[in-house]
């Protein structure tokens, strides 16, 4: 612009260039320099803000403006207002957290992996609006990650360490040897009550928690109510603790058993949890392979293949791994997802194979026992 309004006159320039007038002349004037603002006649003088400073640094390093004001109105002595010497602070500058108070470690989240069923189990208490309108009862459901099969479950009147003591060593009796599970709950009272440590102990159990004030910490007990809730049986009320235990032993024999599950691949808790997923797979790859062979035209993205199965399931997984469950970056790791390192099959679990094992209940006796 300079270059052209110096072989045309400025008028013109700006009118090919279409470029107001004022906006030339504005740019050809320097720069105003801006005076350096004078201190207010009130304020500190350089030996009275040190002062100030080395203050805050010595005696009262630990304690925040405000409290150091009061302390020396109280000794007689007045140097300056709190907003002053967060002033002197700024310019330091030294604002940050000035009192003394405790650090608390951050907590760690919990890192659970399951290979193969039987390697761990979540579980959680939920509460279910009994006949009238203030009684609950309390449904206890314990949940094995990897095949989303539930291994026990029990209603009771009351939340109770006892009962929940007995549901434990009666489930891990039917399901486990010792040594091989890890048992993942949230930090309820029953869950953290001392009986229960003292037996998950005794039977080998590794017991781990969900972070304080942290709600996906457990997340396939909390998901595994959601069909419970929304299942079209559900009452909106039980009459009575028999009604819902009736209730129950239809509905966890329909969920591990005819259940089919989107994050296993649509095959059932029980298929997966006693071993027969890679058989149910095979005979549902054959099957797509004879409709291929039948109607290619019908495929436009070539042979189908049936769900993949999940090889590893996670609780927390670590954030340098991604994983993919129902949804991208998930909990659950399938065959063919490179986003991960490979998980070798280290299952040298043989379960029965038969699935018409009921899961545990505890019988109506023993919740008046244990009362």
């Not at 201190?39 to 803000?49: D, K």
């Not at 229960?196 to 595994?224: E, I, M, Y």
């Not at 949890?273 to 054959?286: D, E, I, L, M």
Request: net charge positive.
């Amino acid at each position: 612009m300079s270059l052209t309004a110096s072989a045309l006159s400025a008028a013109p320039a700006c009118r090919v260039l279409g470029l107001p007038r004022a906006s030339l002349d504005r740019g050809r004037r320097p720069a105003a320099v801006g005076r350096p603002r004078r201190a207010p006649p009130r304020a500190l003088n350089v030996v009275e803000r040190q002062g100030v400073l080395d203050l805050l640094h010595t005696r009262f390093i630990d304690q925040a403006p405000a409290q150091v004001h009061a302390t020396l109105l109280d000794e007689g002595t007045s140097l300056c207002s709190p907003r002053t010497m967060y002033r002197v602070l700024d310019d330091a500058p030294e604002i940050k957290e000035r009192r003394d108070q405790v650090r608390r470690p951050h907590d760690a989240a919990p890192e659970l992996l399951a290979t193969r069923p039987n390697a761990v189990w979540s579980w959680d208490i939920t509460k279910r609006l009994g006949p009238a309108k203030w009684p609950y009862f309390y449904l206890y459901v314990m949940l094995d990650i990897f095949s989303r099969y539930v291994v026990g479950w029990m209603l009771a009147l009351y939340e109770s360490a006892v009962l929940t003591e007995r549901l434990i060593a009666e489930t891990c009796a039917k399901h486990i040897q010792p040594g091989q599970l890890t048992l993942h709950a949230d930090r309820g009272g029953a869950m953290r009550s001392k009986p229960v440590a003292l037996l998950l102990a005794d039977l080998g159990v590794t017991k781990t928690h969900s972070r304080p004030h942290v709600s996906h910490d457990n997340p396939f007990s909390a998901a595994q109510f959601k069909p419970l809730t929304y299942c079209p049986r559900f009452p909106e009320r039980f009459g009575s603790i028999e009604d819902g235990r009736a209730f129950g032993q239809v509905f966890f024999l329909w969920y591990n058993q005819k259940h089919r599950h989107s994050g296993l691949g649509f095959l059932t808790p029980a298929v997966v949890h006693f071993g027969q997923a890679a058989t149910v797979r095979v005979h549902r790859q054959r099957v797509l392979a004879a409709a291929y062979e039948a109607h290619p035209e019908r495929f436009v993205k070539g042979r189908p293949r049936p769900a993949d199965l999940p090889n590893a399931v996670w609780i927390n997984p670590p954030a340098t791994k991604s994983t993919a469950q129902d949804a991208p970056g998930t909990t659950i790791v399938t065959s063919d997802d490179l986003r991960v390192d490979p998980i070798r099959d280290a299952d040298d679990h043989f379960a029965v194979m038969t699935i018409d094992r009921g899961a545990t209940l505890i019988p109506l006796t023993l919740v008046s026992q244990c009362r």
